[in-house]
Structure formats: structure tokens, C-alpha cells
């Protein structure tokens, strides 16, 4: 027998069809709660998307640790042997909850760890850098990604307006523009946790580390030509893959591998190893190989486990904490605040955002508050009812910082066409004609002075990429 059907507050529904009518052609009566409860709950389906990264797909995973790292970390996660159950969101940066998946943009590869010490999330793309190094630029430079006030459209004049004017953001910027800035499918990235964090091991020593996760897929992308054509049939074309590849058993695997540096290595590193426009090279900090990553599960339920789904950088577990890095201390305010706002103040109490651990804090009420607490007097702390307590074996090492507190000017002191010279380098020339073409079709439309300024601080990695642009933008030297 089928169930019979209840309104949100259990009493059955005799009428699924036909509102309450003053008479056959009506009108409705007011005492139709039914009917006034489906049209309002209809108007609550929805919570503000993300600020940025709106569109994404989800999966579940497991990460298995192979190697013994212990010398470095003591995080019960990343000892050899610990299986642990994962979520991990890609997404696409700019682009709103609709946009369609075959886009030049950067992938967004934020993981949750559900860990036997809390939730350890790495909120991370699938490029090592960013464009900007200071997070008092970020909402700068996603109003340039984001459409423009007046004509509700993408501009390419404000992107490469703020790009030409941030030097620091070139290696971001030949990343993106590169082959890598179009994947074929969520399945083809590889995806780095691209702040500097720190590991702290047994002995409460702290080391500098870069987290990495090589995609056993290979590296595969698409050109503009190709997206267009993907797009005009398909806008779900990665979440598609994904989901279906899960389905059909066909586990995508990444390679889980880690940079270390040591402070001593640190003081004396050509460049500032917390500065998120740079990579540390693999010569000189080599990758080891920690383990790997598989996704097996497809989420029930997309709203619930992928949409209200909410990663941030402030989610460490002992033994991995951050660094100095300007841009990921502002993270770690930011994202619990967006939550907070998006999906609502105890969106932690949620199954997917909920850790696997017992949650003890002192937090009291508050909106839509749905865990009924054991009755207690230790409501408070310090407090002497048994309530739980500080461990100060939880402490950290003390972390040296500088001193003058002030607004250093961080184009003075950093080089920003090195590591970019390092990487248009290495690329054949079949990858450096996709980036000139790419260049070529991003810069539509854009003023003269401003496509200029921008070939200036392409001359300044190497005058090939330079001369690249012109040529394909059809510009006389
Ligand atoms: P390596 O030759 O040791 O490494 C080069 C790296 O570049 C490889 O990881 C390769 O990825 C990656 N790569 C190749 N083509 C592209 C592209 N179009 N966009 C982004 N990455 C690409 O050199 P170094 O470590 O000395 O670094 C040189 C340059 O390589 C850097 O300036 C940086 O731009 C880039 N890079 C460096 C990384 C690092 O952590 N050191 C990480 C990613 C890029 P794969 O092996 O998967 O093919
Ligand atoms: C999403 C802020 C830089 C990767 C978000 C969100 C905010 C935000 C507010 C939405 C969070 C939510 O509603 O759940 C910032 C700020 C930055 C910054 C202020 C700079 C200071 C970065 C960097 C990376 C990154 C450097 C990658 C290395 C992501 C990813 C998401 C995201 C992957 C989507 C997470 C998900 O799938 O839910 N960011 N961000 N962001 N950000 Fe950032």
C-alpha cells in the first residue's frame, strides 16, 4: 500500500489536486494552509548561490594513505595506513549556479576530510597559484570575473584592465590562457592546495608543505572551438562525465603528493615561499608521494550534500595549520562568514558539513538550532559540572612573524615574471600557439592602451610571448 501523503506537520492530505474554491470557479479561501504551505515552501527552494564558485558537482571519496609521512605530520589522517571518507566539490570560478561546464575558467577542487580529529577541508584549485596576492584585491578582481553593473554582461575590457594593472597576476593569467584553462572533464585536473600550510609532527616541530593531487586520468582539455560546439549541446558536459563515471564504476584517482620545506629553507628561499603566485620547484622542493585519492559515491541528493556543502580553509586538524600567506589568513575569515550567510548559522550541524567526531562547544540557540542538547549546567566555561575542557596538547609550536606592522607595498620586493618565463618555457609550440590564440579570443573588444600595457608584461617574461600575441592579434612590433 502507498503511504498517505502529509503536510510538513504530519496531518493528511485528503486533496492533492483541487484548492478550497468559494464556489466551482472560486475564488480560494484564505483557510487553504495546504495550498498557502506548497506556494511557500515552492518560494524557499532556493539560498543564495556561492559569491564565487557557484556551479560545481560533488562526489564522495575515500583518501588512503601509503607512505609514512609521520616525520613530518602527526595528523591521524596522513599516517600510513588511515583510510578517510572525503568530499570533494569541483567548480568553476566566475560563472553563476547555471552556467555551463565547458568554460576557460579555473577549476575549483575544494575537499572535506571527514577525519578521526574533525573535519580537515583543503579548499583548493587545479592551478598552484592565483592572481592576486593580497586579499585585499580579491573582491577587485572577482567584480572584474562577474558581469558588469550596467549591461549585465562579462566584460574582457575589466579583466584584462585589472590584469595589465596587477603584474602579479601573469602566471594565473598564462595558466588560464594556457591548454590547462579548459579541461575536458572534472576527471582531467589535477588539484593543489596552492596556499603554503604547515605540517607539525610528534615532536611539535613545524615544516612548510605544499599539497598536491596528480589526477591518474591524465591531464586532458578541449579548445574554445571545441567547448562552443560542447556547449550548444551540452551545458552539464563535466558534471555528466562525473556522475556518469561514478555510476558506471569507473572510480576517477588522483595521486596524493606533498612539497616540504623547512623553515632554515624558508629564511633563505630565493623568493617568498608564502606567496601564493608562486610554486616552489620541483627540483629544488621534489614531490613525495603520499597516496591516493579515489571518488566512488554520487551524492543522494544534490541540494542537500553538494549545494548546502560548505568548505573552508579554517577546518585543520592537529598537526596541519596554516602559514603566513596574507591570502589564506583572509580565507580562513571568510568562508565560515559566507556560510553563515548562505546556508545559515548552524550550517555545521548539517549531515554533509557535520564531522564524524563529538562536537563539544559552548555555542548556545540561535536560528534553526536542531540539536537537542543532554541537559546540563555546564552551559558555560569554565564551569564545575564536568563540562569539556581545553587540551593544551593541542598547542602549536610559537610561530615567528615580522615586526613593523604596516601596508607594505608588495610590488616593490616580488619578481613576477620569472616563474611565468619558467612555464611558458616549458610549453611546445603547439601549447604556446593555444596561448597566443586563447589571448587572442579573450582580448575581444578590448581598448588598444589596455591590450598594450598588457603585451608590456608579456614582453617582460620573454619576448616570444610577446611577439605570440602580437602576431595573433594581428599588431605591428
Ligand atoms: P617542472 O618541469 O618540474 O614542472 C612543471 C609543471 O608544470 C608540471 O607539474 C606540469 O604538470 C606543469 N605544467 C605543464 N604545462 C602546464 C600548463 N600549461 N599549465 C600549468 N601547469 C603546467 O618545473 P618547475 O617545478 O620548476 O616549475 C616550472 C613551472 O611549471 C612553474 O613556474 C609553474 O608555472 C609550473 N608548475 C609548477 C608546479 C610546481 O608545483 N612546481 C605545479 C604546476 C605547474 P604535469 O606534470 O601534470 O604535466
Ligand atoms: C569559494 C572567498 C581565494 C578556492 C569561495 C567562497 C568565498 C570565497 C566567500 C564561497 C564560500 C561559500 O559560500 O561556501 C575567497 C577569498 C579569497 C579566495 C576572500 C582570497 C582572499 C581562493 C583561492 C582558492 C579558492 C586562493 C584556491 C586556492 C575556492 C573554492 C571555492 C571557493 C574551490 C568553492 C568551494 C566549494 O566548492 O564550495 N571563496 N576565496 N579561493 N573558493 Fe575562494
Not at 511557500?40 to 543564495?48: L, S
Not at 550550517?347 to 563529538?358: A, D, F, G, H, K
Not at 610561530?399 to 616580488?414: C, F, Q, S, T
Not at 603585451?455 to 599588431?475: C, M, Q, T
Request: proline content about 5%; glycine content about 6%; charged content about 25%.
Amino acid at each position: 500500500m502507498k503511504k498517505t501523503m502529509t503536510t510538513t506537520g504530519g496531518n493528511p492530505i485528503s486533496d492533492n489536486q483541487n484548492s478550497i474554491t468559494a464556489g466551482e470557479r472560486g475564488p480560494v479561501l484564505l483557510q487553504d494552509y495546504q495550498l498557502i504551505q506548497k506556494l511557500a515552501h515552492q518560494n524557499r527552494e532556493r539560498i543564495p548561490e556561492r559569491v564565487v564558485h557557484a556551479k560545481g558537482s560533488g562526489a564522495f571519496g575515500v583518501l588512503e594513505i601509503e607512505n609514512d609521512i609521520s616525520k613530518y605530520t602527526k595528523a591521524k589522517v596522513l599516517q600510513k595506513g588511515e583510510k578517510t571518507k572525503l568530499l570533494l566539490r569541483f567548480s568553476t570560478v566566475a560563472g553563476e549556479k547555471g552556467a555551463a561546464d565547458a568554460e576557460r575558467d579555473v577549476r575549483g577542487f575544494a575537499l572535506k576530510f571527514y577525519t578521526k580529529e574533525g573535519n580537515w577541508d583543503l579548499v583548493g584549485n587545479n592551478t598552484p597559484v592565483f592572481f592576486v596576492r593580497d586579499a585585499y584585491k580579491f573582491p577587485d578582481f572577482i567584480h572584474t570575473q562577474k558581469r558588469d553593473p550596467q549591461t549585465n554582461m562579462r566584460s574582457n575590457t575589466a579583466m584584462w584592465d585589472f590584469w595589465s594593472l596587477s603584474p602579479e597576476s601573469l602566471h594565473q593569467v598564462t595558466i588560464l590562457m594556457s591548454d590547462r584553462g579548459l579541461p575536458k572533464s572534472y576527471r582531467n585536473v589535477n588539484g593543489y592546495g596552492s596556499h603554503t600550510y604547515s605540517l607539525i609532527n610528534s615532536k611539535n616541530e613545524r615544516f612548510w608543505v605544499k599539497f598536491h593531487f596528480k589526477t591518474l586520468q591524465g591531464i586532458e582539455t578541449i579548445t574554445n572551438k571545441e567547448a562552443e560546439a560542447l556547449v550548444g549541446k551540452d551545458r552539464e558536459s563535466n558534471q555528466r562525465d562525473l556522475f556518469e563515471n561514478i555510476e558506471k564504476k569507473n572510480f576517477p584517482k588522483w595521486s596524493f603528493e606533498i612539497q616540504i620545506m623547512t623553515d632554515e629553507e624558508a629564511k633563505k628561499c630565493s623568493f617568498n615561499p608564502f606567496d601564493l603566485t608562486k610554486v616552489w620547484p620541483h627540483g629544488d622542493y621534489p614531490m613525495i608521494k603520499v597516496g591516493t585519492m579515489t571518488l566512488n559515491e554520487n551524492p543522494q541528493n544534490y541540494f542537500q550534500q553538494v549545494e548546502q556543502a560548505s568548505f573552508s580553509p579554517s577546518n585543520i586538524v592537529p598537526g596541519i595549520s596554516f602559514s603566513p600567506d596574507k591570502m589564506l589568513q583572509a580565507r580562513i575569515f571568510s568562508y565560515p562568514d559566507a556560510q553563515r550567510y548562505r546556508v545559515g548559522t548552524h550550517y555545521e550541524m548539517l549531515p554533509v558539513n557535520r564531522p564524524i567526531v563529538e562536537v563539544n562547544t559552548y555555542n548556545l540557540d540561535g536560528s534553526m538550532n536542531f540539536q537537542i542538547k543532554e541537559p546540563t549546567k555546564a552551559f558555560y566555561e569554565p564551569n564545575s559540572f564536568d563540562g569539556a575542557v581545553e587540551d593544551s596538547n593541542f598547542l602549536e609550536p610559537d610561530l615567528e612573524v615580522g615586526d613593523i606592522a604596516k601596508r607594505y607595498n608588495h610590488r616593490d620586493v616580488n619578481d613576477d615574471f620569472s616563474q611565468p618565463r619558467a612555464l611558458f618555457l616549458l610549453m611546445s609550440e603547439n601549447q604556446k600557439e593555444q596561448l597566443f590564440n586563447n589571448i587572442k579570443d579573450a582580448m575581444a573588444g578590448v581598448p588598444r592602451d589596455i591590450v598594450d600595457r598588457q603585451i608590456a608584461l608579456f614582453e617582460k617574461v620573454h619576448p616570444d610571448y610577446a611577439s605570440g600575441v602580437r602576431k595573433a592579434l594581428g599588431i605591428n612590433e
